[in-house]
């Protein structure tokens, strides 16, 4: 606004207000005498006690400061957590990201911040489908229950990191690693998961049904009471895992690339029989055969108590954790 035009605005207004007064001369005055004969006995009670007047205002000074204070200090703390919420909330989203960039940079602030291991894990129970997680470094990081439905994360890190009760159905995880990762009551049905490294990993009562697990790393691995019915498991190292009570049909699982030794432990308890080869899983495929074990029916395997138990390989000699009882829930 021009300057000789803002000058004459406040003149405009100040005639105005000076015509207001003009007309209500008489309510000026009445307002005035009012407030005369308000502060008159106030004047007349610090006028015959001054000092004591001003020493009875310091505790309410005090008071009133001390008031301000902490109200500052609830209104800052409120605001730090509503800022701290938002925050999370902000990284969750980019973690669920199907670009590949926001979700790295997200799970690598998490890791910063020690909000992606243990109990301040918060990536825990929480929707990540169709994230794109490709490479993502996971390792140690607190995942139970997350739902990862058609996300990808091939060549992610997951070593030590625990997924129990995880939802991965259509996942691609090619070139995962996984080594002693808690993958107990994960549903991995018609996940991608060639070439996989699941190296001693848990899984435990894990759904694998249709999961494509050409070529993958399961040397040691803890199988008991897994699903692998319909799973593809050709040129899959089987050397040393333990199959206990897995619902299973070998006959389809197996191909003659698929890995055993003497210290793979077959669905009925059985080690595996170098010396044998394929006759001996025909107890698993063939009912003509006189020692046919059914084991295409559910089977659970009850983790509380589970005592610890020792991996079998040439060598190494691993123990696993204790799983304690809120590990799996039924």
């Known amino acids: 606004m021009p300057p000789d035009k803002l000058t004459s605005t406040f003149e405009e207004r100040l005639q105005e207000a000076a015509e207001l007064r003009q007309q209500n001369q008489w309510l000026y005055l009445i307002i005035g005498v009012c407030i005369g004969l308000l502060l008159y006995p106030l004047a007349v009670q610090v006028r015959a006690d001054l000092p004591a007047f001003l020493s009875s205002l310091v505790p309410e000074g005090l008071g009133l400061a001390f008031t301000v204070i902490i109200l500052q200090r609830y209104f800052d703390h409120r605001d730090a957590v509503k800022e701290r919420k938002a925050l999370l909330q902000r990284l969750i989203r980019r973690a669920g990201s199907p670009a590949n960039n926001l979700a790295l940079d ?31 470094n996971l390792k140690d990081a ?9 996300a990808k994360l091939e060549s992610a890190i997951l070593s030590d990191a625990d997924l129990t009760g995880a939802t991965l159905r259509y996942a691609k995880l090619n070139h995962v690693v996984c080594w002693h990762t808690i993958l107990v009551n994960v549903n991995l049905e018609n996940a991608e998961m060639l070439n996989a490294n ?35 498991l050709s040129g899959a190292d089987l050397t040393g895992a333990d199959l206990t009570k897995s619902l299973v049909n070998l006959g389809h699982a197996w191909a003659p690339r698929t890995l055993m030794d003497a210290e793979t432990v077959l669905p009925d308890g059985r080690r595996y029989d170098p010396l044998l080869g394929h006759d001996q899983i025909k107890r698993y495929t063939d009912p003509q055969h006189p020692e046919y074990v059914d084991y295409s029916a559910p089977v659970q395997i009850s983790l509380m108590p589970l005592q610890p138990f020792t991996f079998h390989t040439p060598f190494l000699n691993l123990k696993t954790m204790n799983l304690d009882e809120d590990v799996v829930e039924d």
Request: hydrophobic share 45%; no cysteine.
């Open 106 to 136: 997200a799970i690598a602030e998490l890791r910063t911040l020690t909000l992606l291991v243990g109990d301040k894990g918060i990536l825990q129970g929480v929707s990540l489908r169709e994230a794109d997680l490709s490479t993502a």
């Open 142 to 150: 607190n995942l139970r229950g997350v739902d990862l439905y058609q």
């Open 198 to 232: 699941m190296r001693y990993a848990n899984l435990i009562n894990a759904k694998l049904t249709g999961t494509k697990l050409n070529g993958a790393h399961l040397d040691s691995a803890d199988l008991r009471g897994a699903n692998i019915m319909g799973t593809d």
